[in-house]
């Protein structure tokens, strides 16, 4: 509503002053919420230069797609992201990795078999785009299932965690670029069927966590080499991930409701061997994964209704005790299924 102003001219001046003044301080909340409103419709950040970085999106189904990475601009945390993979309600966005075009993924299947696929292979797709079956590119069994996306390295060791909590490492080159599609990498009738995978130097320390919340840390060479168990679980709780760590590492702990947490190992206590029971690292009813992380790093992570936000590691405070975490990514009627951790240069 417009009202306008008043003759005032037989108005006592001391009531005049005071009504300048009050028209004063409005118009100068009006310019500053307009300058605040400027400031807010900026992105949070300038997009990166162009690079042959991608992130590659796989579905539950395997409908797989890579998109250059720079095409994705940050946002602030707890924004609700942008729709990516174009996918059925029913088949939702279960993996995210990080992988140079010019490297080979690797992929392992829940009854431990592994392959590798150069990334260059996929073509290159738009945000917001329809994914090709990951069949198209490797032959897998019509009762196997995909587990592990990861960029494939030539050094280290890649730690496989099964879905009775059981570990095994395995060196770089077993699963080199010689490796033939399907070679059985993991006991799955011993150890249980495969769950998450990560790679470490083979000397630091492996934190592994679990659905409810809980978390192990302990010594990577305490690890047998034909396989260990890593944490018991509790009845009715599942494995959520497992990641290297150092005893100045911070854990990026994310919920499916969007809430997530930076939890320092310095504030999580070593066990002196794997296999017991693990303790509270947040508190949370579904925690979806657990990755090492850095100040500078971004996160992408992507809900099952495949809205998928980017933004800066540093917008989550870093915490040694238990909390329930930040809201990272804002959701409606969704959950968040995946995320993964950015190294940038």
Partial sequence: ???????????????????????????????????????????????????????????????????????????????????????????????????????????????????????????????????QSIENFIDIMPDENLRVIL??????????????????????????????????????????????????????????????????????????ANGSLGIRLDRGDDVAGITSVTPDSGVLLLGSDGKGTIRLMSGFSANKAPGSGGKIAMNTDHLIGAAAINNSDDIFAISRLSKIIRFQANEIPPKEGVVQGVICMSLRADEVTTFTVCPLP
């Avoid at 008043?6 to 118009?27: S, T």
């Avoid at 249980?192 to 978390?215: H, M």
Wanted: with cysteine; charged share 25%.
């Fill in 151 to 224: 960029p494939a390295q030539d050094e280290g060791y890649l730690s496989i965690l099964s879905e009775r909590g059981y570990v095994r490492f395995l060196r770089h080159n077993y699963i080199g670029e010689k490796m033939r599609p399907g070679t059985p990498i993991f006991d799955v009738g011993r150890f249980g069927s495969v769950a998450f995978g990560s790679w470490t130097t083979g000397e630091n320390e492996l934190f592994i966590a679990t659905r409810s919340g809980k978390g192990i840390r302990f010594r990577e060479k305490m690890v047998h």
């Fill in 1 to 131: 509503m417009t009202l306008e102003r008043p003759d005032l001219n037989q108005v006592d001046p001391q009531i005049i002053a005071y009504i300048e003044a009050l028209e004063a301080e409005l118009a100068q909340l009006r310019s500053r919420s307009r300058s605040q409103r400027v400031v807010s419709a900026e992105p949070a950040e300038p997009s990166e230069p162009p690079s042959t970085a991608c992130l590659v999106v796989m579905s539950k189904n395997g409908s797989i797609k890579r998109t250059y990475r720079h095409l994705y601009t940050r946002q602030r945390r707890s924004g609700m992201g942008i729709f990516d993979l174009d996918t059925p309600e029913d088949d939702p966005p279960t993996f995210l990795t990080l992988a140079d075009e010019s490297a080979d993924l690797l992929l392992i299947s829940d009854l431990g078999r592994a392959y590798r696929l150069p990334v260059s292979t996929l073509p290159p797709a738009q945000i917001r785009e329809r994914g």
